[in-house]
């Protein structure tokens, strides 16, 4: 008997299994192929703005995205540098052998953790309540709570051009029968698609006739607690090249052969905005001349690259032909051809915020299985899902981050909210509250919280309380200190260039100026650098955008009242008098929380949140009166 | 939504002599302290009436002379602060006032919301639960039906085109963000934004003074002609209908003011009232005395005071230009074509013609439309915005589209001064009622050829 069981070995998985388990749960992952555990199956890439906040999100927490890519990575940059704090974001190109080995050495290490490799057909459920799984051959395993991060596994079908056969990602067995059963138990399911590109040969490529992208020359790290990163001159640079016209005429004369325009007769499925395949960009933009394609290198180990920007489900000729038509891959050598891959998905509205599934208690989802895409998504919301289902059987009140405090937070609330039409990529866009959910506070803002679950040990804890400590410090100690506008501060102020001081000025007030650097204050007050680089950044940022801050965490306040609202879970939304159909049938599929989620499900009206807020307080009331 | 502070017009619009504007909230008195000159309201006691003025904040200008109640949470109706303005100037000052109110911070309470809190702060039992949501049910359907009638068809087209003016801005900015690898969108810097933002502050900025304008266009000036007997007042009105004979009849107004005439002057309208006056032939500070006469300027928006050229000021004379000194007025000097016996120098700023001449109407129009800002209303794009809630999120719209130029000018990074810009477009989209969250992501993706 295990607490709980992990089906799927993914990016969801490892962080749905190592949470519970790190936290003193038995946990036991199930996987259809060990050796396929944390692959990185589409680009080698992990970051990027708004899903890199996510990785740090994922260690302040306690979780291994960040750590782990830290370990494999072979290119790392810090994007946004130009931009303020609030966008800024790291992405690494990990490398597609040690990603998954680094993540497979650190789940079997791990105490409390077995891992089984088996394909689940089934659920146990007895009174709504999850009790474990059936094995293709049967066997059953019993277990407190259940969480499934099949990815694109279930009923999944590959397609290029109009052939289509019963497979997942890069051949491997597809789930054929738990999807079935799922809808069995009443869940809603729909059918979503995505897509990989081709694969090329590393000494195929003309490199001459592309453009180098290199890695930073700095140093830059995921996790917190990595100390020791790799060199800079160890990494391996991108190439970007371009599409020709020549490109684009044999796609246009191709289309017909595309699965998604006419090859199949019937697709039901959606495919994401935001990973558009070719012929869709030459489509929808005919008038743009060329498309920008990335070269991005997957391994040290393996001599393949992958044709960022190519996704496609052309037939493999018309691959071979278009993909020769660019500079630089004239001759090249196709190692492994692009595809298009549906599969089966729940409708995320079936689950509560803490990814609990409302019609089967204990039995929880995370991952591209509930319709989101990318990997660092599909990692959030494992730990989150992990971490609950932890918190549930250890009886604890559950971890649901809001709006204010992750992306995270935004990404579950958007998706078990207002549901999904294709996959769910996360973007800066989506949070309201970005300048607070910097990639640089990501400790600051859920550390806490990873201590309180029980992820993060007290020697971690300790150090970020320093940290802590640090900052606030030196923001008041520069409040305290004065420079004045004497010879050598003023010739210096010049050097930066900044305008002199007239008379003399509160530390704090001169690192105002946007010029002016936590560098500079020091070397003013002719001091030596105490705060370590972390550290001297969030002082920086804490007085240079104190009043945008400051602005934002007031409106925060006024959202936190309305998220602090309760509506109880078996209230019955038919029953509410006055309240308009689409909203008591809107509700009544969501069932939010609070009045505050209740509010952000589109078709429900403010006059309808004022009928229910009316509503819940005559429930209240009767019954008290009933007591 | 249940923490801020809302504002009504509580009694019904049109009718009676004063209307109350309430308001209900933490920050209720501090928000009518802004704009009121008397005593300070955050320290006098509670459950009083304060005599003062509601003021104009930005030249500080009187608006209307006013009496103020302050309730203090708890004892009230909804049990949170509550402020009560007694307002005497008539329906478009009352307007005025609640616009000025939502632009610094109050909501516009939806229909039945004091009750609603009074219900949620238990001030109000259980009983009436359902009267309270019946309450918000019909009056959104009535408030509905009047959102939807006072959106004028080209207003919202305007408004459309400014959100999708700074969409694409924000778009720009967004994509840069989420794709700054992405070559095909323009790398937005503060130096592309400023005249981007300053283009649309300019156009908000139009809305905002056809506002005004079309206010007085579509509501026409409450206008009186005063001044002694034999003095021209009647060749005035003459000469002001022109061509345009029997316009002046007995028509009452759904108010209380009894509107006896309209004259269409170069487009303006001016609503005369107590035609009467002009027409008497006896003193009109002896025969409707003193009293009557205060009245009657105090209802005009535009007073025009007739003098006589040809004879030294009277008493009556300087009473009338001391009781017009606070109003929008013209001071007419006549009968220049006679000897001049007025004391011009004890005269504020007036215009001097003869109601005999032609030219006199133009004068009159001119200085009419230099009082009140309308220029040529005849080039003027007819498109007004009369709302005061719709106002007041212009206004805002425009006052964060300000704080976003003033970040650029601080050298803040460009997504920072996003943030004021996202500001102001989302409130142009709660004029619409339009909800934001998609609609900039739609925006990305049908814009830009992004993706992998």
Redesign the interface.
Known sequence: MYDIIAIGGGHAGCEAALAPARMGLKVLMITSNIKRIAHLSC?PSVGG??KGIVVREIDALGGEMARNTDKSQIQMRL??T???P??QALRAQADKVDYPRNMQETLFKQENLTILEAMVDDLIVENNIAKGVVLENNEKIYAKAVVITTGTYLKARIMISSETRESGPDNERPSKNLSDNLRRLGFKMMRLKTGT?ARVAIDSIDYSKTII?PGDPIPHAFSYDTTVIKPVEEQLPCYLTYTTEETHRIIRENISKSSMYGAIEHIESRG?????SIED?IV??AD?PR??I?LEPESKYIPEIYL??L?TSLPRDVQEQFIRTIPGLENCKIVRYAYAIEYDAIDPRQLWPTLESKLVENLYFAGQVKGTSGYEEAAGQGIMAGINAALKIQGKEPLILKRNEAYIGVMIDDLVT?GITEPYRL????AEY??LLRHDNADIRLREYGYKIGLIDEERYAKFHQKLRNIHNEIDRLKSIRINPIKTINDYLETIPSSPLRESVIALELLKR??ITYEHIIHMLNEEMRLTTEESEQVEIEVK?EG?IK??LQQVE?FT??EE?RIPEDIDYTKI??LANEAKQKLSQVRPLTIGQA??I?GVN??D???L???L??YR??GRNDE | MIDDTIVAISTAQGIGAISIVRLSGQEAIDIVSKIFKGKDLHKVHSHTINYGHIINPDDNSIIDEVLVSVMRSPKTYTTEDIVEINCHGGPLVTQKILELLLTLGARLAEPGEFTKRAFLNKRIDLAQAESVMDLIEAKTEEALSVAVNTLDGRVSRLIKELREEILGIIATIEVNIDYPEYDDAIVMSNEILKPQIIDILQKLEHILEAAKTGKIIRDGIKTVIVGRPNVGKSSLLNRLMGEERAIVTDIAGTTRDLIEGYINIGGVVLNLIDTAGIRDTKDIVEQIGVERTKKVINEAELILLVLNNNEPLTKDDYALLELTKDKKRIIIINKIDLESRIEKDKLPFHIETSMLADEARDIIEAEIKRLFQLGDIKNKDLTYISNSRHIAKIRNAYDSLRDALQAIEEAMPVDIVEIDVKDAWMRLGEILGEEVGENLINELFSKFCLGK
């Open positions: 680009n703005p708004a994007l946004n130009g931009k303020g609030g966008v590109p992208q994401p905005r935001y990973c558009p960009k929808r933009f743009k498309h920008q990335f960022q920007g996704s207002k973007l800066t866009s989506r970005r300048l946007p010029e955008y945008y602005k934002m006024k009242k309305l609202k008098p006055n509010q952000r589109s403010p006059s949140i004022a009928i807020m009316v509503y307080e005559t009331r009767r």
